[in-house]
C-alpha cells in the first residue's frame, strides 16, 4: 500500500470514529431528556392528581420480582376521584333513612297499631294536610324537602334509605317502619307539616316515641334537629311531644323522630312551606341538625345504645 492510500485510510477511520462519537453522544443526550414514566401526566393533569398517579407508576427496574405488579393504568382515573383517607366526610359510614309523611292517595285500610296489641288499629296511612291558602298539599311538601335532604346527606358520606321517592306509592306506615328496620338505620327522621283550626297556632315541633330501644339519643336528636333546623329557617320553635300513638313508631326499633316543619293553617307559615324557593333552607336545617347529632355521639355524647328490644 502507498503511503498516500494509507493516509487517505486513516482519516476515514478517525472520521468514522468521530462521527460515531458525535451520534452516540446525541443519543445519550436525547435519551436523558426522555421522562421515566412516573413522572409523564396526563394532559389537564390536576395538583391532586399528580399523587395519586406517582403513587402508581410502573415499577423501577430495581424491582425485586416479589413486589406487588403495579396496579393497572387502567384503575389510575377512578382512584384519583377517590378521597383520601384524611378527607374523610362527616357521615361517611352512617346509614340515615329519610320517611317523607304521606302519599298522593290515603289508605284506610287498618294495621295494627302497635306490636304490643292486636286489637288497636289505625289506618294505614292518612292524606295529610294541606296549605290553607297555598292549597299546597303535605306529601307535596315533605318529598321535596325529603329529596333535597337525601341529597346533602350523600354529600356528606351517608348511605340514605328512602321509604318513597315520589307521590303515587302506597306505603304504610307500618311498612315505613319495616323499611327503616330493615336498613339497620343509625338515625331515621320523619318529616311532616302540620294542620290546626286555629289559624293563629304556629312553629315547628318535634315528636318522639315514648318507646324505643334508642329512646335518650332520640330526645337528643330530636333537641337538636329543632335548634338548628329553627335556627337555619327562622321558624318558631315550639317543643318536643313523646308519642304512644304512631303507628311507625311502635314499629320502629331503630333511632327514630318526626318533625312537623310547621303548620300549613297558619297564613305565613303556609306562605313558607308551600314555596319551592324555601326547601333548600328547611332541608339544610334538617341536615345540620342530623350532622350535629353524629358529631356529639362522636365526641363522647351519651353513651353506647342500649341493646335492641324485639316488638
Ligand atoms: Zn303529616
Known amino acids: ?125 292518612s292524606s295529610g294536610t294541606k296549605g290553607r291558602w297555598s292549597n299546597v298539599p303535605e306529601f307535596e311538601v315533605t318529598l321535596a324537602v325529603g329529596l333535597l335532604l337525601r341529597d346533602i346527606l350523600i354529600q356528606n358520606g351517608a348511605t340514605v334509605v328512602m321509604t318513597r321517592t315520589t307521590n303515587d306509592v302506597d306505603i304504610s306506615n307500618m311498612e315505613r317502619a319495616f323499611v327503616v328496620n330493615d336498613a339497620k338505620t343509625d338515625y331515621a327522621l320523619r318529616i311532616h307539616c302540620n294542620g290546626a283550626k286555629d289559624e293563629t297556632k304556629k312553629g315547628a315541633s318535634i315528636l318522639i316515641p315514648r318507646e324505643n330501644p334508642f329512646q335518650e339519643d332520640c330526645r337528643l336528636a330530636a333537641d337538636l334537629l329543632l335548634s338548628e333546623y329553627c335556627e337555619t329557617t327562622g321558624i318558631e320553635k315550639r317543643g318536643i311531644d313523646e308519642r304512644g300513638d304512631q303507628t311507625c313508631f311502635n314499629w320502629c326499633d331503630r333511632l327514630i323522630i318526626n318533625i312537623e316543619m310547621g303548620y300549613m293553617s297558619n297564613p305565613e307559615e303556609d306562605a313558607i312551606l308551600s314555596n319551592p324557593k324555601n326547601y333548600e333552607s328547611l332541608a339544610r336545617g334538617l341536615a345540620k341538625g342530623i350532622m350535629l347529632y353524629f358529631e356529639q355521639k362522636e365526641n363522647g355524647g351519651l353513651g353506647t345504645p342500649p341493646p335492641m328490644i324485639n316488638p
Open 1 to 125: 500500500m502507498s503511503k498516500k492510500k494509507c493516509l487517505f485510510r486513516n482519516k476515514a477511520i478517525v472520521c468514522g470514529l468521530l462521527l460515531s462519537f458525535v451520534f452516540g453522544a446525541t443519543l445519550i443526550l436525547s435519551g436523558c431528556n426522555v421522562k421515566p414514566p412516573h413522572e409523564m401526566l396526563p394532559p389537564n393533569a390536576e395538583e391532586n392528581q399528580i399523587v395519586i398517579i406517582n403513587m402508581i407508576s410502573p415499577p423501577v427496574p430495581q424491582q425485586s420480582p416479589l413486589m406487588p405488579s403495579p396496579l393497572p393504568p387502567s384503575l389510575a382515573p377512578s382512584l384519583a376521584s377517590m378521597p383520601t383517607p384524611t378527607e374523610k366526610l362527616p357521615l361517611a359510614g352512617y346509614i340515615i333513612g329519610i320517611d317523607p309523611g304521606h302519599q298522593a292517595e290515603a289508605n284506610t285500610t287498618l294495621e295494627r297499631l302497635t306490636p304490643k296489641s292486636r286489637s288497636s288499629k289505625k289506618e294505614k296511612v
